[in-house]
């Protein structure tokens, strides 16, 4: 089993910027992706950015902005996210591909979420 918690979030003045963390701890062989999610009430998750092997992809609406990463070593990815606009309001969730060490099968998990509210 593997545990995904994000940290990091809380209310910013637009253009303002925040860092989210999101550690990774449990059954873990190695971490093949991460990526994060934001949603707001009664719409549905949605990509905002992903690292796999050193590459990176973002959503048009935050590309330039954002920037995400992570230390393999320490299996955390991070989230930076400056200029902040009050769109960018929701709850960030990030999830992980992770190669358990006991099956060494690929699962997908997902963290618990933070609340990221961009306003004056």
């Known amino acids: 089993q593997v545990q995904l918690v994000e940290s990091g979030g809380g209310l910013v003045q637009p253009g303002g910027s925040l860092r989210l963390s999101c550690a990774a701890s449990g059954s873990i062989l190695s971490i093949y992706a991460m990526a994060w999610y934001r949603q707001t009430p009664g719409k549905q998750r949605d990509l905002v950015a992903s690292?796999?092997?050193?590459?990176?992809g973002y959503a048009l609406s935050v590309e330039g902005r954002f920037t995400i990463s992570r230390d393999n070593a320490k299996n955390t990815g991070y989230l930076q996210m400056n200029s902040l606009k009050p769109e960018d309001t929701a709850v960030y969730y990030c999830?992980?591909?992770?190669?358990?060490?006991?099956?060494?099968?690929?699962?997908?998990?997902w963290g618990q979420g933070t609340q990221v509210t961009v306003s004056s």
């Open positions: 999830n992980a591909d992770v190669f358990d060490t006991r099956t060494r099968a690929l699962y997908r998990y």
């Open positions: 690292i796999s092997s050193g590459k990176t």
